[in-house]
C-alpha cells in the first residue's frame, strides 16, 4: 500500500542534541499527524496539523505542515533519553478518513 | 477516562486458523480503524466502521472482515491465517464527522506459524 517516505531511517544522538526528521508524499494531505510508538505499545499521538503553513509545537517538540501539503517535518530540541523510540508521521486527506503512514525514524538518545 | 482498549495481547495461531480481535473505542467516540503493523514497518489502514458498517477499506483480501457493535466496540475477524499475517494488530478510534485525529490502542500481537 502507499506509504509516505519518512526519513531519516534512524538516528543515533547525544542527550541535548536537536532532531529533526521529515516526511514527504507525491500526494496532497489536508492534515499531518506525528505519533511516537514505544516497543509493544501503540502509537501516541505527538502533534496534529490542520493547516498548510501551520507551525505547532507541544514542549520540546514542533512540528510544520508544509506549504505544498505534501510535506511536513518534525523538530525536537534538547534531546533526553526518554525521547527514545519510533516516531512515525502519518498523513489524512479527508476528514475522518484512513491514516497513511511513513516507515518510522528509529530514534536512539545517549546518556 | 478510558483510552482505546485491545484484546487479548497476544496471541498465537497455525495457519489455516481463524481469529478474532477485539478493540473498545476511547470514550465518546464512536469510530473505529483497523491497522496492520508488519514488524519494522509502519501501520497498514485495513478497514474503518462507523454506524455499524465498514465505510473505507483498504487493499486487504476478504479473509479480513469485521464487525462494529451498536457500543461502538468493534472486531476485526481473519480466517485461513497466513505466516504473513503476522503483525501487531492498531485499533484506533476517533470521531465522526468532526475528523477529530485517530488515537490508538495498544495493539494485539499475533503471530501465526
Known amino acids: 500500500g502507499q506509504q509516505l517516505n519518512q526519513s531519516p531511517q534512524s538516528m543515533f544522538i547525544q542527550e541535548g542534541e536537536d532532531v529533526s526528521m521529515n516526511c514527504t508524499s507525491s500526494s496532497i494531505f489536508n492534515t499531518w499527524l506525528w505519533y511516537k510508538q514505544d516497543p509493544g505499545e501503540g502509537p501516541v499521538l505527538l502533534i496534529a496539523?490542520?493547516?498548510?503553513?501551520e507551525l505547532t509545537s507541544n514542549g520540546r517538540l514542533t512540528a510544520q505542515f508544509g506549504i505544498t501539503r505534501k510535506d511536513s517535518f518534525l523538530n525536537i530540541s534538547a534531546s533526553i533519553p526518554s525521547d527514545v523510540g519510533i516516531y512515525f508521521c502519518a498523513g489524512q486527506q479527508t476528514s475522518g478518513s484512513r491514516l497513511t503512514f511513513g516507515e518510522g525514524t528509529q530514534l536512539t538518545v545517549n546518556p | 477516562d478510558a483510552g482505546v482498549t485491545q484484546s487479548p495481547t497476544h496471541l498465537i495461531k497455525t495457519r489455516g486458523q481463524q481469529v478474532t480481535l477485539r478493540c473498545s473505542p476511547k470514550?465518546?467516540?464512536?469510530?473505529v480503524s483497523w491497522y496492520q503493523q508488519a514488524l519494522g514497518q509502519g501501520p497498514q489502514f485495513i478497514f474503518q466502521y462507523y454506524e455499524e458498517e465498514e465505510r473505507q477499506r483498504g487493499n486487504f483480501p476478504d479473509r479480513f472482515s469485521g464487525h462494529q457493535f451498536p457500543n461502538y466496540s468493534s472486531e476485526l475477524n481473519v480466517n485461513a491465517l497466513l505466516l504473513g499475517d503476522s503483525a501487531l494488530y492498531l485499533c484506533a478510534s476517533s470521531v465522526r464527522p468532526a475528523g477529530e485525529t485517530q488515537y490508538f490502542g495498544p495493539g494485539t500481537r499475533l503471530l501465526v506459524l
Open positions: 496539523l490542520y493547516k498548510a503553513g
Open positions: 470514550s465518546g467516540h464512536d469510530t
